[in-house]
């Protein structure tokens, strides 16, 4: 038979409470293996999260910048409204007269 291992218990004393307070020391400083494996998986999962935080962040940065750019055509359009809405009679009849019509042939 194998003899038996008690754990030798101290006495620590408590910053919290002026009585002393029972302290047992662990049996094993060395983590078991399932530890490590735990850990490693653990460490995995937490590269996993890392690695879909990063795409998440680029597709949110492409996702902004095609908002800012609805926004800038949506004020474009809206700038060009008011142009045309402000404009003169002289200069309706001024760009009429300098449109070109794609139809017709190009000549320098």
């Known amino acids: 038979t194998s003899p038996s291992y008690h754990r030798p218990t101290t006495t620590k004393t408590s910053s919290h409470s002026p009585t002393n307070v029972p302290y047992t020391p662990p049996l094993h400083t060395t983590p078991a293996p399932f530890s490590y494996d735990l850990a490693q998986t653990l460490d995995n999962h937490v590269l996993a999260l890392e ?9 949110t ?4 910048g095609i908002i800012d750019m609805e926004h800038a055509i949506g004020n474009r359009a809206d700038r060009i409204q008011q142009l045309n809405d402000d404009a003169p009679p002289e ?3 001024e760009a009429a007269a300098a449109s070109w019509d794609p139809a017709d042939e190009y000549t320098p």
Do not use: F, N
């Open 51 to 59: 690695a879909a935080t990063q795409k998440l962040d680029a597709r």
């Open 61 to 64: 940065a492409v996702a902004i």
């Open 91 to 93: 200069a309706w009849q």
